[in-house]
T-cell receptor, first 115, second 115 residues
Framework: AQKITQTQPGMFVQEKEAVTLDCTYDTSDPSYGLFWYKQPSSGEMIFLIYQGSYDQQNATEGRYSLNFQKARKSANLVISASQLGDSAMYFCAMRGTNTGNQFYFGTGTSLTVIP | DVKVTQSSRYLVKRTGEKVFLECVQDMDHENMFWYRQDPGLGLRLIYFSYDVKMKEKGDIPEGYSVSREKKERFSLILESASTNQTSMYLC??????????????FGAGSRLTVL
């Protein structure tokens, strides 16, 4: 069975500081993809970053980077130079070769950026 | 540039009513999904479809049904709405595949209140 765990229900960060949002996963799939989504108060889910399980390098997209530690089964999202607009819910998700088309989501972390 | 459209952002229905939530995507995606989002529970998969007229149960299908008569349209049906179905409903679509970077694209969500 696939499982995604986000242990931080809420986080606070000072504007312009970096913040790490934790995500651990459990899977028996030989290969899988890991995703992070942002959900602002408007409700729409926005894709941020993807990491493939066989990718050698950690994924980066602008101010977002994914700290992928395969042996520890963790895929933490790092946001550098936080902005007020980063205040939102953040969800970690996974999709594997054996689960085919299904995506599995964590319970989310609410991030608040303090001016 | 709208890609996944959910017909209603906010709905208020009465207990026992039949409710239709419509979702249309214009990306020619094979896979379509209906999730339910509740605070502290993350996103839970209700149903998904990997082709026209095909459907698979997700984690919480009880009380719901779906219809996919055309590739671009995936409808969620609550045959007899109950108050415990008050929630945010998210439709999404993706290309098929397991571990690849085929992301899930979401609609804006439909917030349903059942009185």
């Amino acid at each position: 069975a696939q499982k995604i765990t986000q242990t931080q229900p809420g986080m606070f960060v000072q504007e312009k500081e970096a913040v790490t949002l934790d995500c651990t996963y459990d899977t028996s799939d030989p290969s899988y993809g890991l995703f992070w989504y942002k959900q602002p108060s408007s409700g729409e889910m926005i894709f941020l970053i993807y990491q493939g399980s066989y990718d050698q390098q950690n994924a980066t997209e602008g101010r977002y980077s994914l700290n992928f530690q395969k042996a520890r089964k963790s895929a933490n999202l790092v946001i550098s130079a936080s902005q007020l607009g980063d205040s939102a819910m953040y969800f970690c998700a996974m999709r594997g070769t054996n689960t085919g088309n299904q995506f599995y989501f964590g319970t989310g972390t609410s991030l608040t950026v303090i001016p | 540039d709208v890609k996944v459209t959910q017909s209603s952002r906010y709905l208020v229905k009465r207990t026992g009513e039949k409710v239709f939530l419509e979702c249309v995507q214009d990306m020619d995606h094979e896979n379509m999904f209906w999730y339910r989002q509740d605070p502290g529970l993350g996103l839970r998969l209700i149903y998904f479809s990997y082709d026209v007229k095909m459907k698979e149960k997700g984690d919480i299908p009880e009380g719901y049904s779906v219809s996919r008569e055309k590739k671009e349209r995936f409808s969620l049906i609550l045959e007899s709405a109950s108050t415990n179905q008050t929630s945010m409903y998210l439709c999404a679509s993706s290309l098929p595949g397991g571990a690849g970077a085929n992301v899930l694209t979401f609609g804006a969500g439909s917030r349903l209140t059942v009185l």
